[in-house]
Structure formats: structure tokens, C-alpha cells
């Protein structure tokens, strides 16, 4: 397999499409109505959302280099393993597309009502300091994987059907890095504005067809990881 004709564009793809996540979006934007309650200062705003969207970055990478060697190992161990997590990517990517059509209804890819819950309460703690925002990044990076980390899994599998290399890094920073870009955008905007209700509507219009991209995106990667192991 070439790391280099077929991984990049897919993971590129995979990133840009999975950075459209309703669930990174909500959280961010509650985070920020908050900030701008709490704090007065606008450039108080960019810095905590700056240190959070840090957080989310930073944990995500640390949790790929964690994954990769045990998705490779699981590879070498059985072939069947990767047939596995195809099989697990296109279930959750029909669930997706499920929530295309009736949202909401029956079992969901998302954050857990009592964790959510937990979000709201962690969120309203924050204080002057950076840190606080940072370690918030990280607990949400963690709760939030039923919702947006289905897509890392396929990305995780697929590097490591090219071997443990050096290469492999440097794709991670990538793919997070697309995975947070929209984040950013989503901050820059909200800071300049200085609102997030707008932000907000345009979410819950478009949530639908968010997750009818990323499901259609979780049944291609598995569809495509089976035949390819098959």
C-alpha cells in the first residue's frame, strides 16, 4: 500500500468531513456564550478558546499514537481484526445517516445526556486561568469520541495498514489539525460578531446533513477496508 497515493487524500477527506461534527460544534459554541458572559474582554474570549480548542488538539493526537500500535498489532495478530473495524464503521455510519432522516429518534452516535450534563457544569467553573479551559478541551475530547471519533477509528486502522513508520505522526498532526481548523474558524468568527445564537440556528439547521456526510463517510471507509483486506 502507498502511504503516499492512497492514505493522504482519504485522511485529508476523511478530516475535512469529520471536522463538520455537530457534537465538537455545540460544545464549542456553549463554551463561547459562556465566556462571553462571564468575561467582558474579547481577546479573554479568544485566548480560552484558543486554550480549549488546544486541549481537544493535543488529546486527540496523544489518543491516535496510543491507538495506532495496538490497531497494528490487533493486524498482525488476525487480518480479521481490521474486517472488524470495517464492519463497526459502517454500523455506525448507518446510524448516522439514520439521523438524517428521523434525529434523534432511537440510538444515536453523541454525547450522553448525563455527560452533557457534566460539560454544562465543568463549563461554568472556568476561571481566569488558561488552564482550566485546557483541561476542559481534554475531558471533552474524551466524552465526545462516541460522536466524533468513529471517523478516527477508520483513519487510525488505515494508517496502520501502512506499517509503523515516521510518516505516520506527521499524518495525525494532519488529520487533527483539519479536524480542529473548523473550530478555529468557528472562534474567529463568534470573537469578531460577539455572538453566539446566529451560530447556534445555523448548527441545528444543518446538523442533518453534517451527519448524512459523515455516515456516508463511515460506510465508504468500511466498505473500502473489507474489500481491501478481503
Known amino acids: ?11 485529508v477527506g476523511a478530516a475535512i468531513i469529520d471536522s463538520i461534527n455537530p457534537c465538537a460544534f455545540g460544545v464549542l459554541i456553549f463554551l463561547l456564550a459562556y465566556l462571553f458572559k462571564a468575561f467582558h474582554s474579547r481577546r479573554s474570549v479568544l485566548l480560552h478558546g484558543l486554550t480549549y480548542i488546544g486541549g481537544v488538539f493535543i488529546t486527540y493526537l496523544i489518543a491516535g499514537l496510543v491507538l495506532l500500535p495496538i490497531i497494528s498489532q490487533l493486524g498482525r495478530v488476525s487480518t480479521g481484526a481490521y474486517i472488524g473495524i470495517g464492519v463497526i464503521l459502517i454500523i455506525f455510519g448507518l446510524l448516522e445517516i439514520k439521523d438524517f432522516f428521523f434525529y434523534g429518534k432511537g440510538f444515536s452516535l453523541g454525547i450522553l445526556p448525563s455527560v452533557g450534563k457534566r460539560i454544562e457544569m465543568l463549563v461554568r467553573k472556568i476561571t481566569g486561568k488558561l488552564s482550566t479551559s485546557f483541561f476542559l478541551g481534554v475531558f471533552v475530547a474524551l466524552v465526545e469520541l462516541p460522536c466524533t471519533g468513529a471517523v478516527y ?9 501502512a506499517g509503523l513508520t515516521a510518516n505516520n505522526f506527521i499524518l495525525l498532526v494532519i488529520y487533527n489539525l483539519l479536524f480542529v481548523l473548523p473550530l478555529v474558524v468557528i472562534l474567529l468568527f463568534i470573537h469578531r460578531v460577539g455572538q453566539t445564537e446566529k451560530f447556534e440556528m445555523w448548527r441545528e439547521k444543518y446538523r442533518g446533513y453534517m451527519r448524512l456526510a459523515i455516515g456516508l463517510l463511515l460506510v465508504s471507509l468500511g466498505v473500502w477496508m473489507i474489500n481491501f483486506i478481503l
Do not use: K
Not at 153 to 161: D, K, T
Open 1 to 11: 500500500m502507498e502511504i503516499t497515493n492512497l492514505t493522504i487524500p482519504i485522511l
Open 153 to 161: 477509528l477508520g483513519i487510525l486502522a488505515l494508517v496502520s495498514l
